[in-house]
């Protein structure tokens, strides 16, 4: 026999699924049938559902106590949150962009000032003075290319080791032209 049953929400599902599994425990193996079908015929369908093919009433319970713990072990996992890091490409990059973080996090500066030091002896122009100062006049605009890349790649660099501090491990990353160095760098910063 055809089992269906239906519901607006899954916790309503899940609910619905308690009580005629608590039904069932009573029920007469005789009035089986009569029930299956009128789940299938007396009932509106809704988004949530639940149907299965029973032979008897011991059958029907075990379908629905693992269903029951199927919905139950779904929702726990749902509540874990799932972090995905997106790093964007050129563009996205403007004098001062550091300078909020870098004020309020003492931890995000000294990690800025490391790689802003570096990048600074790599590439000779003040990484740090981009990324820090939103009134800075420097001789070349941070939306040239050799500059915002740099600008760019320094922030995301700075802002992915510092969320690594503070225990903020993404499952994935995703990276748009430039960012997908920084995407790609993940991997290398997290064997550090």
């Known amino acids: 026999m055809l089992f269906v049953v239906s519901a607006k929400t899954p916790s309503a599902l899940e609910r619905y699924l308690q009580n005629y599994l608590d039904f069932c425990s009573q ?21 949530h559902r639940f149907a299965c093919v029973v032979r008897n009433v011991a ?25 995905i890091f997106g790093f964007p490409g050129q563009g996205a ?18 990690i800025l000032l490391e790689a802003t030091n570096a990048a600074t002896l790599v590439t000779g122009f003040p990484v740090l003075a981009y990324l820090m100062e939103d009134s800075f006049s420097p001789v070349a605009p941070v939306d040239e290319s050799h500059i ?15 969320l690594s501090t503070l225990g903020v ?15 790609a760098g993940r991997f290398l910063l997290s064997t550090e």
Request: neutral net charge; hydrophobic residues 30%; aromatic residues 10%.
């Open 27 to 47: 029920m007469d193996e005789s009035h089986l049938h009569s029930m299956c079908y009128t789940t299938c015929v007396g009932r509106d369908q809704y988004k």
């Open 59 to 83: 059958e029907l319970t075990e379908r629905l106590k693992n269903e029951i713990s199927s919905l139950r072990s779904s929702k726990s996992s749902a509540a874990t949150p799932h972090v």
């Open 93 to 110: 990059q403007y004098h001062g962009m550091a300078h909020d973080l870098s004020q309020r996090y003492s931890g995000f500066r000294a």
């Open 148 to 162: 915002g890349q740099i600008c760019t790649f320094v922030y995301q660099y700075a802002m992915y080791k510092w």
């Open 169 to 183: 491990h993404p499952e994935g990353v995703i990276g748009h032209s430039l960012g997908e160095i920084s995407a």
